[in-house]
């Protein structure tokens, strides 16, 4: 071990960290840990101060992940910035990372604190069938901090998790995150929920202007009796079946999907490294995040077209 220390403490056992220790930075503060020490508490050790003026602030340091190298030509120079996501080289004028979209933060400011992509799992860990962390983390590129974690979980047998986005919005989650088949089978139940609900929708609009005109006074019994007997049992039937789907859709899509994520992450990677003749190109191209199509999925889960 290297005896020159780096001035910094570990935030779970307040030892010095020296230059070649494994560490680890918290990616909400900052604060630096062994990386053994973070993996045994699987948290920032001082996770109680986040969000509070106590919240632990790392002295400024040049970034490791944009070591610039700088070549004069004249009164010119110009740096080049290391992207931490997948290693390539590029323009530190750039806005993002040509190869995968991770945003130049150097660009806006030039120093910033060392951000572990990884969640504190070491990059050569195997998530199952070969695949590294290092390999899920260039495939999953956005939000890797907390997928690549649980990802780690699940290889012990746990299934469970909880994904607010798919949640929210599970044809979204999954069309967005490139697992099409799932996003497209939700995306068709929701059109056709949405044909479904069409009669019922018409009928509402014929009495709008009748319940616009009870005012603050709410809906009377009389109209109410009127609506509910032009739709019908049946129809009524059908909108609380929908309503109960839909909802089994979204507790469904946010306990299993992180879980789900990963055997389409592993299995898709494995397919690559097995079958590929350009290994970057397939992980950019089934890999990351597609935003439009994320965007038509939240739509589609909304109750009625706008």
């Not at 979209?101 to 400011?109: H, I, L």
């Amino acid at each position: 071990m290297s005896l020159n220390k780096t001035n910094e403490k570990c935030a779970v056992c307040q030892a010095y960290l020296f230059e070649d220790d494994d560490k680890v930075y918290c990616p909400e503060c900052g604060a630096p840990h062994h990386r053994e020490c973070y993996n045994s508490i699987g948290h920032c050790g001082l996770e109680q101060f986040h969000g509070t003026d106590s919240q632990y602030k790392r002295p400024e340091a040049q970034s490791q992940e944009t070591t610039a190298q700088q070549e004069t030509d004249g009164h010119e120079s110009q740096s080049v910035v290391v992207c931490n996501m997948c290693g390539a080289k590029y323009d530190s004028q750039e806005n993002a990372c040509p190869n995968c979209d991770t945003p130049n933060v150097a660009k806006f400011g030039g120093r910033f604190i060392t951000f572990d992509f990884l969640g504190g799992v070491p990059s050569d860990t195997d998530l199952g069938e070969g695949v590294t962390a290092e390999e899920a983390k260039r495939f999953v590129v956005s939000n890797t901090h907390r997928y690549i974690p649980k990802f780690l979980k699940f290889k012990s047998g746990k299934k469970l998790s909880w994904n607010w986005l798919a949640f929210i919005t599970p044809c979204g989650w999954f069309l967005s995150r490139k697992m099409y088949g799932i996003g497209a089978l939700i995306a068709a139940l929701q059109i056709a929920f949405k044909v479904l609900m069409l009669p019922i929708a018409n009928i509402v609009y014929e009495y709008l202007p009748m319940i616009e005109g009870q005012g603050a006074a709410g809906l009377s019994p009389e109209l109410a009796v009127e609506i509910l007997s032009k739709i019908g049992v049946l129809p009524i039937v059908i909108v609380w079946a929908i309503a109960l789907v839909n909802l089994a859709i979204m507790l469904v899509s946010a306990m299993f999907g992180d879980y789900i994520y990963k055997k389409h992450v592993i299995s898709t990677i494995v397919k690559i490294k097995t079958d590929s003749e350009d290994i970057d190109n397939d992980f950019r191209k089934k890999g990351g995040v597609n935003l439009l199509l994320g965007i038509i999925g939240f739509y589609l889960f909304t109750p009625f077209f706008i």
